[in-house]
């Protein structure tokens, strides 16, 4: 059974500082992945997703994730955060194998950002 | 509001007793979703639905548990017998097509087991 790891469980930074959240998983074969999004008080959203060709992906309010194979991950980044980003963000991944419809999460990372 | 719908947002329930959760989708959406989420952790998958048809359980539903989609629209996910355990956020999404890649989460119902 696949897994996913987010080694941050909860990262702290300043306004205009670089982000970075780590996902690894854990599957044998082609997945498809994904990073959600939940701002307090509100439902998941999604963030972004891979699922073929370019493994940078991009994704809205300018954030982006790079799908690296050799090593498992799909990490999220963004180059400049603001208050709003304050949130916590999950990482979900889906076997590409016909019939599979269901998501693995990560156990999140919750990020504040200080003003 | 056309997303995904689910009532009660909270529900606070006495161990022992039965609960009933409500979740309508967006209305094109043949496909259902229900997820549990606890303190901590992320989502974890429940069952989903094509349809009416309910097409995959995880081991996590236990025989306590049953979820229907009796017309393909609105779902129900009803607990017997709660238990302390089943405290948690409860979240149905919705999707059309290859579900995965397509998912819209509802604000979920919290339930708490006294």
């Known amino acids: 059974a696949q897994s996913v790891s987010q080694h941050n469980h909860h990262v702290i930074l300043s306004e205009a500082a670089s982000l970075e959240l780590g996902c690894n998983y854990s599957y044998g074969g082609t997945v498809n992945l994904f990073w959600y999004v939940q701002y307090p008080g509100q439902h998941l959203q999604l963030l972004l997703k891979y699922f073929s060709g370019d493994p940078l992906v991009k994704g809205i309010k300018g954030f982006e994730a790079e799908f690296i194979k050799s090593k498992f991950s799909f990490n999220l980044r963004k180059p400049s955060v603001q208050w709003s980003d304050t949130a916590e963000y999950f990482c979900a991944v889906n076997p590409t194998n016909f019939g599979n419809e269901k998501l693995t999460f990560g156990t999140g990372t919750r990020l504040t950002i200080i003003p | 509001d056309t997303g995904v719908s689910q009532n009660p947002r909270h529900k606070i329930t006495k161990r022992g007793q039965n609960v009933t959760f409500r979740c309508d989708p967006i209305s094109e959406h043949n496909r259902l979703y229900w997820y549990r989420q606890t303190l901590g952790q992320g989502p974890e998958f429940l069952t989903y639905?094509?349809?009416?048809?309910?097409?995959?359980k995880s081991r996590l539903l236990s025989d306590r548990f049953s979820a229907e989609r009796p017309k393909g629209s609105f779902s129900t996910l009803e607990i017997q017998r709660t238990e302390q355990g089943d405290s948690a956020m409860y979240l149905c999404a919705s999707s059309l097509g290859q579900g995965a890649l397509g998912y819209t989460f509802g604000s979920g119902t919290r339930l708490t087991v006294v």
């Open positions: 639905f094509q349809n009416e048809a309910q097409l995959e």
